[in-house]
């Protein structure tokens, strides 16, 4: 096959712009005299949704019958990076099975705010969690020689206006939150194709901002496939190309094609970056034509993969006397329509045709003695006094009772956002009716993003699914009895109330205006460093065994921090611990979260049995973005390593110091620079302080205790009222600069 430069030479203006731009859809435009068809783009985060032939253009009613797997949102709760992988991996066998070559995947916005319409889409309000276990999900699905696309990149932190509006956000938090997981996804597993969002980023539509496709993305980064638009994001088509933007989707077919022309006759637009995004998109065609035959898969063993990712995500989040598991004597009452009506996904363009659901009614009464009450219509909030009345019986007749409870499909989808966290009131009424008559209440929560609970203490035990996919009913049962010791963590924050949510304030406020005024303090960074009660925080999740945690020790090697500790399984279970690492910077001068997640490990461990558990932080991991300088920054100094079951279950602390001895990290010396950095760092410039005789002022204002305290509250330039001349410290600036510039 030739190579691109070689095609491109052979092109047509025509031809070129036919390149960057969609077909019918969901399609690339083939070149079938060089060898190359076209190639197909498919939603897939949780699943294939590929549209049958001959159905609507979104597919949304009429796609192939495939495998529904947990959403993201859940898949994220089991932190574990090795299963990550592995459902990367099936997911490409069932694209190559439907001759799909990109699948559209995974999504890894950070969930600022709960309210967010799309946040079962997501992974995490951190974007450690959402770009390690992304990396391998994108590592898994493209060892099938199948491409991914990594999205929405970036700042698409809600759906209301999502195409017009503008999310405004300071460089330090854009960096260290928004931006985090998507470095992490592009510099460890350099996905096919990055997606632009539909937002604008700080005035600038995403799609026409070359800071963000080109300068931070391609060349900060080192990003090497094609930035694809999300489908119908490009507005205007020749800033996107100057941007970088590679691929329209689905393109505007003439007006595209006219556009260009014209750009290009007038001047406006070089051919040659046309040709660049011509030779991306060539290359994406290249490397992921697949030139295998279609073949079937093993969708009876693929929903059994499912219920695996599923039974190792449900989290369980009470479990007061060892309510669960259910014990084999008790007569059980099954309450609640989602019981038999299950939600196992998501609305809009994740939704799949699901090979097999299989409803948690169906699963517990396999073995167990059910009974069974409708007790509310689900896409209602009027209580049915009928349905009502039975519930309630059922709960008086039953020793434990398990009631499903959830969000409608209507109150979280693509393309809006959700006004309240509150459960519908039929449900909450037909909870505190059941909890009056039964104190042995299991909760089962289905829900695309998190429920307020403020019920919780009326009930034993509570078991959060999300959506948990087409074996999720199987998965429930495999928890409920035991069969399966639940281990999935909480990736996000369950707050206490909705105004507690740090963007609360801010949050929809303005149809063209979305403000980050909370900066970098998302979800358990702000409650836990504003010491702000939650019903359940971050990382946290019960098991059926206890896990004693000991030794911590740390180690400082050639550039990364290794840490081990001893985890002994004490309980009576075999089980699986998520070990999770914080680190509380005490040393940089700027404001910062009291601990960030810094790793995170999962392991398994027999009854009685103990591990070393070992995990690596890279110095890199320290940094903080400086928004004076534009630049990364990793201080030496203090720092404390916090070791847990949660962001507030800490087990082990230990202090430690980062020591690189790497010379001077001062900033330029200028005439605001204040005092006390100069003293701090008066050895190096000793020559120079004594040279214009500032050191005897320093000496002088040091030996008078009122007026030590002054002057290191105040700048350099203060040395003038007494007695520095003004032409000394404009010297001094310049040899002090010129010590620190040759330190560096």
Not at 98 to 120: A, D, M
Not at 222 to 234: H, N
Not at 294 to 299: L, N, Q, R
Request: proline share 3%; with cysteine; aromatic share 8%.
């Amino acid at each position: 096959m030739e190579d691109n430069n070689t095609i491109i030479e052979k092109l047509s203006l025509e031809d070129k712009i036919k390149i960057v731009t969609g077909k019918e859809f969901w399609y690339t435009h083939p070149l079938e005299k060089f060898g190359l068809k076209s190639i197909l783009l498919t939603d897939g985060p949780s699943g294939i949704r590929k549209q049958n032939e001959g159905a609507d253009a979104l597919g949304l009613t009429d796609s192939v019958e495939t495998i529904g797997f947990p959403s993201l949102a859940l898949i994220a709760s089991s932190f574990d990076k090795t299963l990550a992988n592995q459902y990367g991996r099936l997911l490409g066998d069932i694209a190559n099975s439907e001759g799909v070559n990109v699948l559209l995947g995974p999504g890894i916005n950070i969930k600022r705010s709960p309210l967010g319409g799309r946040n079962f889409e997501y992974m995490s309000e951190d974007p450690l969690v959402a770009g390690a276990l992304a990396s391998e999900y994108v590592k898994g699905v493209q060892s099938k020689g199948v491409g991914t696309s990594v999205k929405h990149f970036a700042a698409n932190n809600r759906e209301n206006q999502r195409f017009t509006s503008s999310s405004n956000v300071e460089d330090r938090a854009l960096r260290e939150i928004y931006l985090s997981a998507f470095e992490k996804v592009v510099k460890s597993a350099q996905p096919a194709t990055v997606m632009s969002s539909y937002n604008l980023l700080n005035g600038t539509a995403v799609s026409e901002n070359k800071w963000l496709l080109t300068d931070v993305l391609r060349n900060e980064w080192g990003f090497k496939g094609t930035v694809v638009s999300d489908w119908s994001a490009v507005k205007n088509r020749v800033p996107s190309l100057k941007a970088g933007l590679n691929l329209e989707m689905p393109g505007k077919d003439e007006y595209t094609t006219a556009e260009i022309k014209k750009a290009i006759a007038d001047g406006d637009l070089e051919e040659g970056v046309l040709d660049q995004s011509v030779d991306r998109v060539l290359s994406l065609i290249k490397n992921y034509q697949n030139e295998q035959d279609t073949g079937s898969y093993d969708k009876d063993e693929y929903h059994e993969f499912a219920r695996e990712i599923a039974g190792k995500s449900m989290i369980l989040l009470k479990n007061e006397n060892e309510t669960l598991p259910i014990k084999p004597e008790e007569s059980i009452g099954v309450i609640g329509a989602l019981a038999q009506n299950p939600r196992h996904q998501g609305g809009g363009s994740s939704k799949v045709n699901p090979y097999k659901v299989t409803t948690p009614l169906h699963a517990l009464r396999q073995g167990m003695n059910c009974n069974y009450a409708e007790g509310y219509k689900i896409d209602e909030i009027n209580t049915d006094e009928s349905l009502f009345s039975e519930a309630v019986k059922t709960a008086e007749n039953n020793a434990h009772v398990v009631l499903f409870l959830g969000y409608p499909e209507n109150y979280e989808t693509e393309g809006l956002d959700k006004e309240n966290l509150n459960l519908p009131e039929n449900q909450r009424a037909l909870l505190e009716a059941v909890a009056e008559v039964n104190r042995n209440v299991t909760v089962v929560l289905q829900n695309g993003g998190i429920v307020l609970a403020p019920w919780a203490d009326k009930v034993s035990a509570i078991v959060e699914t999300y959506l948990p996919g087409e074996a999720g009913g199987e998965a429930l049962a495999d928890i409920l009895t035991g069969r399966v010791n639940p281990s999935g963590r909480l990736a996000e924050t369950v707050p206490k109330r909705i105004e507690d949510v740090p963007s609360y304030l801010s949050f929809n406020q303005s149809k063209q205006e979305e403000n980050y005024y909370e900066g970098i303090y998302v979800g358990y960074r702000y409650y836990d460093t504003k010491k702000i009660p939650v019903q359940y925080p971050f990382g946290h999740g019960l098991s059926y065994t206890t896990f004693e945690y000991n030794h911590l020790n740390i180690e400082q090697k050639e550039d990364v921090f290794e840490i081990s500790c001893d985890v002994k399984n004490t309980g009576s279970y075999d089980g699986d611990e998520v070990v999770q690492l914080y680190v509380g910077n005490k040393t940089s001068d700027i404001d910062m979260p009291s601990k960030e997640l810094r790793a995170f490990e999962r392991v398994s461990l027999k009854q009685g049995e103990t591990q070393t558990v070992t995990v690596k932080i890279p110095f890199d991991s320290l940094r903080w973005y400086n928004s004076r300088t534009q630049k990364w920054q990793i201080d030496d100094g203090e720092y404390e390593m916090y070791v847990g079951r949660s962001i507030e279950d800490i087990r082990l602390t230990q202090e430690f110091k980062l020591e690189r001895n790497l010379g001077t990290e001062l900033e330029w010396i200028h005439q605001d620079t204040y005092v006390s950095e100069i003293v701090e760092n008066q050895d190096m410039f000793e020559e120079a302080l004594q040279k214009h005789g500032i050191d005897q002022l320093i000496k002088a204002t040091n030996d008078d205790e009122g007026l030590a305290a002054l002057f290191e509250n105040m700048p350099i330039r203060s040395l003038i009222m007494v007695g520095l001349k003004t032409e000394n410290l404009n010297r001094f600036i310049e040899d002090a600069n010129e010590i620190i510039k040759n330190q560096k």
